[in-house]
């Protein structure tokens, strides 16, 4: 088994009821031997439309976020809880959320064995804590999981309704963390030959 024969029982997919108004599987994009994984919750408008995971505002800001901290967005590999569009854009609600991650998610990690996983707000933290744990409260910090480290940060849509870069701010704590998981990265050593390279704090998103 490989990601791209994941990717195409994925796309015929219809364990869940998400499977009924979905325009496109949003599977996951990225390097397949990535270091660090990034998960979301599920897909929006955009990513709907066109099939792939962070695109539209969201996306933008978190290749931002990345590409301040020196770590390119083609090293890295990003996903979804879910794979479908839940509507209304709502939060995928626990049976969907089991599905799909145990289909297909687990599938992925398995496959592509990063070294650490972001999950990017609530959701997609409670399937790696186990349980429902506030942002806030988690973010900032590592714990494992099946030996893999995750490290939760804020998702890119509550930076964009938080938009301050005060001290304290969400933006402030996210340019924090994307450094200590760049940092972190580093002292892991290579793992594919990709050169990362850092920028200044100027370029900042």
């Known amino acids: ?85 839940p509507p209304g854009n709502r939060a995928p609600e626990p049976l969907e959320a089991k599905t799909c991650t145990s289909l297909w998610l687990v599938k992925q990690i398995q496959l592509i064995k990063p070294q650490i996983i972001i999950p990017l707000g609530a959701t997609a933290l409670e399937f790696f804590a186990g349980e429902k744990i506030p942002i806030t409260k988690a973010r900032g910090k590592f714990f494992e999981w099946q030996g893999i480290k995750i490290f939760p940060m804020f998702h890119p849509a509550y930076l964009l309704r938080n938009p301050s870069r005060e001290a304290g701010s969400p933006k402030h704590l996210t340019w924090q963390d994307i450094q200590l998981v760049k940092k972190t990265l580093d002292e892991l050593g290579p793992k594919q030959g990709l050169e990362i390279k850092a920028v200044s704090q100027e370029s900042l998103f």
Do not use: W
Request: charged share 25%; aromatic share 4%.
């Open 1 to 85: 088994m490989n990601l791209e024969l994941l990717a195409a029982q994925a796309k015929a997919c219809t364990a869940c009821g998400l499977a009924k108004n979905r325009t496109h599987v949003v599977f996951g994009e990225g390097n397949p031997d990535a270091k660090l994984m990034i998960v979301g919750e599920g897909p929006g408008e955009d990513e709907d439309l066109q099939g792939r995971p962070f695109v539209g505002r969201s996306g933008q800001l978190l290749d931002k976020i990345l590409e301040a901290a020196g770590i390119p967005r083609a090293s890295v590999y990003i996903a979804n809880i879910v794979k479908c569009r």
